[in-house]
C-alpha cells in the first residue's frame, strides 16, 4: 500500500551530512537527482495511523548507468 507524506531523509554514507529532504506523494514515491556516489535513506516521520516496519537506513549507490531504489515497509491501520 502506498504511504503518502512519508518524511525521507537522505545523508552521504558514513556520515550525518543531510544532502535531501523528501516527501512521498500519492503514489508513495518520492524521486531526487543525486550525484554519483553512496546514499542512506531515512524516513525521519511516518504519517499518522502507520508506523514504520523496519528503521534501518535504506543503502543506495548511484552510478553513471543506474537508478538507484530505496523501498520501506509501512504498517498501517
Excluded at 36 to 43: L, Q
Excluded at 54 to 72: H, I, L, M, N, Q
Aim: one cysteine or more; proline letters at 6%; hydrophobic letters at 35%.
Amino acid at each position: 500500500m502506498p504511504v503518502n507524506r512519508a518524511d525521507i531523509t537522505v545523508t552521504q554514507c558514513g556520515t550525518t551530512k543531510s544532502v535531501a529532504h523528501l516527501i512521498s506523494g500519492r503514489d508513495g514515491q518520492a524521486r531526487i537527482t543525486l550525484p554519483i556516489g553512496c546514499y542512506e535513506a531515512t524516513v525521519a516521520t511516518v504519517p499518522g495511523g502507520c508506523s514504520l516496519g523496519d528503521p534501518t537506513p535504506a543503502r543506495v549507490t548511484v552510478t553513471e548507468t543506474t537508478e538507484a531504489r530505496a523501498s520501506f515497509r509501512f504498517h498501517c491501520a
